[in-house]
């Protein structure tokens, strides 16, 4: 009787520990076996985290399947495409938007910092800041000027690990408010893995106008730099 090949989860290679597991095979692998013709292409595969845009684009290509692939660096506002966390926002509700979290191995934020088999915490923090920066350029700001994040506050808990399998950043706004300088945003954030909600993030973040904000930036740090110098202690006189 004809046996379908068992379904694998294809990890990035860096993750080793947790591809110790049975079920997992690290991307470099499975694409080279796809290549060569070693692995069917109709073996069931699920990208977990790791793959770059490239590996996922390339595991789809040879495999037929649609999958998801990282957003543009624009509404992230990120320079290097490795350090793209999300894939495309997409808004499930009123107030609700989802992206799926689109881990690449190489990130900066896991580039001197994997410890054991789950992505830290940092990584997830970088993962809520990128969504709701996306979701405000993409759904919630009135036009394209350039605009800084400001956050006010923010609150962050962890109940589970995440590890790297499929996952989803999802965003509900609970409120907004336009001021003299910038709209105000409150939001919150939810990391799912499977049925689990693995880690929660309420935030509050201003949109201010990139002219504005460099403005007043520039003004905070020269008085830091005036309160600096005023508190350093005076060189006593030499003998």
């Known amino acids: 009787m004809h046996q379908e090949p068992a379904a694998r989860i294809v990890v990035g290679d860096r993750f080793e520990e947790f591809l110790t597991h049975p079920g997992t095979e690290p991307v470099s692998e499975v694409l080279g076996r796809l290549r060569s013709g070693a692995l069917p292409r ?4 699920v990208p977990g985290q790791g793959l770059s845009a490239g590996q996922l684009r390339e595991l789809g290509e040879l495999t037929g399947a649609d999958l998801p692939l990282p957003s543009d660096r624009g509404p992230t506002h990120k320079h290097h495409d490795r350090n793209v966390l999300i894939g495309e926002v997409r808004q499930d509700g009123p107030d609700d938007y989802a992206a799926p979290l689109l881990l690449d191995q190489r990130v900066e934020v896991l580039e001197d910092h ?5 992505i830290p915490a940092v990584t997830l923090l970088e993962a809520a800041r990128q969504t709701w920066t996306a979701v405000s350029e993409r759904f919630l700001l009135p036009d394209r ?3 800084r994040f400001v956050i006010g506050t923010i609150r962050f808990g962890f109940h589970s690990f995440v590890f790297p399998l499929p996952a989803t950043v999802g965003l509900r706004l609970r409120g907004r408010q336009h001021g003299p300088v910038g709209i105000s945003f409150d ?12 880690a929660e993030c309420e935030a ?8 504005v904000a460099v403005k007043q930036e520039s003004m905070a740090a020269r008085q830091a730099i005036r309160a600096a110098l005023t508190a350093a202690p005076v060189p006593a006189a030499a003998p």
């Open 42 to 45: 109709t073996t069931p595969l």
């Open 114 to 118: 994997l410890t054991g088999q789950h």
């Open 145 to 147: 000027e350039p605009r």
């Open 187 to 198: 939001f919150a954030v939810t990391i799912t893995q499977g049925d689990r909600t693995a």
């Open 204 to 211: 509050t973040v201003r949109a201010v106008p990139e002219a």
